[in-house]
């Protein structure tokens, strides 16, 4: 079964700069759609970005220009990079495979503050 494990959340600045992993077990990435999404303390679980298999992506508007979506099906991960943050970016980040989202990670955490 397929496992994934975020990591790269931390404590940064506004205007500084963040870039997830999330890397996979028990089974390939190559053929699901892989989503991150966000939940932010008294949220709802919000999309933040998609990539399929073939390479397209798709960005929540509030993150376009901002945050890019990456992945790399042969160390089987999938990448979030994240810049000129906010203070409204401050969420715990997941990522998901499959479209909806079968499979989900345990999250990891950032914190956006001075």
């Known amino acids: 079964q397929l496992q994934l494990k975020e990591s790269g959340g931390g404590l940064v600045q506004p205007g500084g700069s963040l870039r997830l992993s999330c890397a996979a077990s028990?089974?390939?990435?190559?053929?699901?759609?892989m989503g991150w999404f966000r939940r932010a303390p008294g949220k709802e679980r919000e999309f933040v970005a998609r990539i399929t298999d073939g390479g397209r992506i798709i960005y929540a508007d509030s993150m376009r220009g901002r945050f890019t979506i990456s992945r790399d099906n042969a160390p089987n991960m999938v990448f979030l990079q994240m810049n000129n943050l906010e203070p409204e970016d401050a969420a715990v980040y997941y990522c998901?495979?499959?479209?909806?989202?079968?499979?989900w990670g345990q999250g990891t955490q950032v914190t956006v503050s001075s």
């Open positions: 028990g089974s390939t990435l190559e053929s699901y759609i």
């Open positions: 998901g495979a499959g479209y909806p989202p079968q499979y």
